[in-house]
């Protein structure tokens, strides 16, 4: 697998960039911004988008979504509980100063437990709500992988201070979904270092 991990955008958020070597289909999870970056990530390792996943909708996340299926033709997924913070995307723009980016309903919205990804690169959509009502999380085990978004962070855990935030179904989701994991699985969080579930569940203070 080939897994390029970069920060995009004034809030730092972690674009992943998943491809399989054989077949050079790639899966890009979280373009919020720096569209050039993503594309010459793509050419670099000669790369074709089948798919673009949406962990939530908040700017930072989604900002570059739609710019990237009108260049590459491939589906955007999220989930459609998220709806409501796209609606308010002009406000999300109005917190940080930032230009408003043209945004769209998901192409499909993948249900708890769906398979996604592309040709020799399966994920499995894990619904974990609590950062916001939509936030999902993606899995692939074969891969020891976790995309966590912003529901779960080396130290940390997703605010929840936003619309559609609720801690203690943030706490609920991470204890329900993530911490069963096994333990060497890498998570990949929405900003900041890679971390494992292990490490998380051992000395997280937010989930003691």
């Known amino acids: 697998m080939i897994r390029e991990t970069f ?26 911004y720096d569209i050039p970056r993503i594309l010459a990530t793509l050419a670099q390792h000669q790369l074709t988008v089948r798919q673009i996943a ?34 308010m995307i002009a406000t999300q723009a109005g917190w940080f100063d930032l230009p408003v980016p043209e945004v769209a309903p998901p192409d499909h919205s993948p249900a708890d437990g769906e398979q996604i990804g592309v040709t020799g ?34 130290g940390s855990v997703g605010r929840t201070d936003l619309p559609g935030g609720n801690h203690r179904q943030l706490l609920t989701s991470i204890a329900d979904r993530l911490l069963p994991l096994p333990a060497d699985t890498v998570v990949v ?14 000395t997280n203070p937010f989930l003691r």
Request: hydrophobic share 40%; with cysteine; aromatic share 2%.
């Open 189 to 202: 969080p929405g900003h900041g270092p890679d971390t494992s579930i292990g490490r998380e569940g051992a």
């Open 121 to 154: 690169l399966d994920a499995t959509v894990l619904h974990t709500p609590g950062h916001t009502q939509g936030s999902l999380c993606l899995h692939l085990p074969a891969e020891r992988l976790l995309l966590a978004g912003d529901t779960l962070f080396a």
């Open 54 to 87: 949406v962990t939530h909708a908040h700017i930072d996340h989604i900002a570059s979504a739609l710019l990237l299926k009108q260049i590459t033709g491939a589906p955007i997924l999220y989930n459609q509980a998220d709806l409501p913070l796209v609606a």
């Open 7 to 32: 920060p995009v955008g004034l809030l730092q958020c972690n674009c992943t960039i998943l491809g399989d070597e054989t077949s050079r289909e790639a899966l890009v999870i979280d373009p919020g």
